[in-house]
T-cell receptor, first 113, second 110 residues
Framework: DAGVIQSPRHEVTEMGQEVTLRCKPI?????LFWYRQTMMRGLELLIY????????DSGMPEDRFSAKMPNASFSTLKIQPSEPRDSAVYFC???????????FGSGTRLTVV | SQQGEEDPQALSIQEGENATMNCSYK?????LQWYRQNSGRGLVHLIL?????REKHSGRLRVTLDTSKKSSSLLITASRAADTASYFC??????????FGTGTRLQVFP
């Protein structure tokens, strides 16, 4: 298995533009998580899915952020419109269940100028 | 919000020495996990310890858990330059999701 695959690896966009981050979890993993990492706030959980259903989106900072999981092999995190304070590394992770370790993707480094 | 706080924030040691990192958390847990993050990379799962366990080993790693004190420690024995990374503890706080601590930056000098 290729692991959790995220794209793009780097994204530079102008303030106000729409940004879409993509994630392909490991096949057979029922849970998918989106995290954001910044120096100031560390690793924050934004949203997670179980069997493609959003379970907890309490970490999504604003209505500008949305996430979908249309099927078991694909998820997107969208920011519209983007702002400079959204600059961070966004990680996707998946796991086969609860009480087990997560597998993280390599992350998307987002810079909003 | 962060559930765990690691201590120290940064640690520098020589190759061959042992490195100890501590984690404190706030609520009851089912399990506690430790992860490593190399610069510019994603997190890698190292070890999981359940709330009814007190100690666990994996290679050069030893993890302890004291649920009465809501704390855990990660010991890396005979450290190597390749162990240089940030280390995070994460807890589930009796839910399906993991909340990560603030991390310890470990530097191992050859």
């Amino acid at each position: 298995d290729a692991g959790v695959i995220q794209s793009p690896r780097h994204e530079v966009t102008e303030m106000g533009q729409e940004v879409t981050l993509r994630c392909k979890p490991i096949s057979g993993h029922d849970y998918l998580f989106w995290y954001r990492q910044t120096m100031m706030r560390g690793l924050e959980l934004l949203i997670y899915f179980n069997n493609n259903v959003p379970i907890d989106d309490s970490g999504m900072p604003e209505d500008r952020f949305s996430a979908k999981m249309p099927n078991a092999s694909f998820s997107t995190l969208k920011i519209q419109p983007s702002e400079p304070r959204d600059s961070a590394v966004y990680f996707c992770a998946s796991s086969p269940g609860t009480g087990v370790g997560y597998t993280f993707g390599s992350g998307t480094r987002l810079t909003v100028v | 919000s962060q559930q765990g706080e690691e201590d120290p924030q940064a640690l520098s040691i020589q190759e061959g020495e042992n490195a100890t990192m501590n984690c404190s958390y706030k609520t009851s847990i089912n399990n506690l996990q430790w992860y490593r993050q190399n610069s510019g990379r994603g997190l890698v799962h190292l070890i999981l310890i359940r709330s009814n366990e007190r100690e666990k080993h994996s290679g050069r790693l030893r993890v302890t858990l004291d649920t009465s004190k809501k704390s855990s420690s990660l010991l890396i024995t005979a450290s190597r330059a390749a162990d240089t990374a940030s280390y995070f503890c994460a807890t589930d706080a009796d839910t399906d999701k993991l909340i990560f601590g603030t991390g310890t930056r470990l530097q191992v000098f050859p």
